[in-house]
């Protein structure tokens, strides 16, 4: 099963997420749905929280909504992280070809390099236009139709509306060339960079996330648990506090506990960020992620997997996203309008152009020129893997903080008082000075 619930939340991982139009779209969908309350998609780490009424409302029910949107379900992160790299390996290789065609159409017609007549350079400029419309900008394409299909409008649908109605004014030129100009390479160079920036999307959004993933590469995979007198390796979510577990030297510790036998030297820097080595001994209380330099131990175990050091950081991290502070929230408010708003512009335009020129190919040009500036990915992308990597590097320097709400005060923060000596350290040692 792809989700879990707890009460009357349903909690689903997807694959494909771009930007704050992605989230909008799963949370329009979604929230249409009879019997959801409410919904919360976080965009860096893909998770979708659904509050709804049980009874009304299945997993499969916002599994095949999520889905009928274009976007993929996944049951793991493994699964997610699999399927996000594949998806940008894809996205990245269709962007390339893209924008390498859109150049090669530009040096052939617009600039005319070759000295090819007039209609030869639109028919070839024009086929350029269908192979990346149709083929190398198929997702693009699918995603479209997807989201029109539940009334959504989100960046994909404002970009094929002007790619297409590019296409459609260089249709326009073939047939009447003196009333309309070849808007093919347009077409071509919109869908080639909407792909191209689609993957540096991805790839952002990738090392926001990656923060929580070297976090989460601390927690040990299995441990090796104490059960009828013989060790056995279980995976560290099986293993129940009360439970001993044995620690080898050069073994990362897998789970919090507290030592009954042995003694050892600990590696914490993980975890307090000291590059000295901590020593426990009987009753000493050890942190899971934390490496076991040279000591054998047994360490009864105080906390699941799940309560532990590490993944309470992980939780503390991901409310970054969760918890959207102002300037988040306005700019959802923002996202679920622009759509519709840069397609009232649209018409307005093309009417208010058709009565002051009375030329209609002209208040055409200026709507399909309305729809392809109010391309909107950059705006919905910026704020939220803006908060996601200011954590991401805050954790990597060890600092952790509760909200992103924190980051848009610090703007306005002039004095910063710190409660004791030695809470601004390097975590290393260094050499200040060589005394002969």
Known sequence: ????????????????????????????????????????????????????????????????????????????????????????????????????????????????????????????????????LLWIGYPILRKTLMAVGQRVINANVLLSSGAWGAFAVGVGHLIAPAAWPNFFPVATWLMGLHLFFGALKLGTRKRAAESVRRLLSLQAQEARVVRGGAEVEVPVAEVRPGETIVIRPGERVPLDGIIRDGASSFDMSAVTGESAPAYRETGGEVVGGTMNLDGFVRVEVTRPASEGFVAQVVKLMRQIEERKPPIQLLMDRLMNYYGPVVYVLAVLAFFGWLVYSRDVSRAALVAISVVILGYPCALGLTTPLILAIGGGHGIARGLLVRAGEFFQALAETDVVVFDKTGTLTYGRPTVTEVIP
Do not use: W
């Open 1 to 132: 099963m792809a989700s879990t619930t707890s009460g009357n939340l349903i909690h689903v991982k997807a694959s494909g997420l771009m930007c704050s139009f992605c989230t909008m779209s799963v949370e329009k969908a979604l929230g249409r749905v009879p019997g959801v309350n409410s919904v919360q998609v976080n965009l860096v780490h893909g998770i979708i929280l659904v509050d709804a009424d049980r009874k009304r409302v299945s997993e499969q029910d916002v599994t095949r909504k999520v889905e009928e949107l274009g976007y993929t379900v996944v049951a793991t992160e493994a699964q997610q992280y699999s399927t996000d790299e594949a998806l940008f390996a894809t996205i990245k290789k269709r962007g390339v070809l893209g924008v390498s065609l859109a150049l090669a159409d530009t040096l052939f017609d617009p600039l005319n390099l070759f000295g090819v007549p007039d209609h030869v350079r639109t028919v070839v400029s024009g086929l350029v236009a269908a192979v990346v």
